[in-house]
């Protein structure tokens, strides 16, 4: 799904960034230390929120195929009840 590729994105976004402000050869990880703080929090909440983003549109494609399929077999259901 295109939501799990963007939260691995993030993720990854997420990890060059830290890994930025723990290389001691990054000339301006002083400088830039509460921004990278800032945007790792964000890309957190980021993450977090694509995940759960997907977790809802799976859960909704499932239960529009469960009522795809019951919708189906309603009308086989009735059938048998009236006769």
């Known amino acids: ?22 290389n001691v050869d990054f000339p301006l990880k002083d ?4 921004d990278l703080i800032s945007f790792l929090a964000k890309a957190a909440d980021c993450i977090a929120d694509l995940k759960l983003q997907a977790a ?3 859960a909704l494609a499932e239960r529009t195929a469960s009522r795809k399929t019951l919708a189906r077999h309603k009308p086989l259901f009735l ?3 009236i006769s």
């Not at 060059?16 to 723990?22: E, S, T, V």
């Not at 400088?31 to 509460?34: D, E, S």
């Open 56 to 58: 809802r549109a799976k």
């Open 1 to 22: 799904m295109v939501l799990d590729a963007n939260s691995e994105v993030m993720i990854s976004l997420r990890n060059l960034y830290r890994d930025l402000q723990d």
């Open 31 to 34: 400088a830039c230390r509460k």
């Open 79 to 81: 059938l048998k009840i």
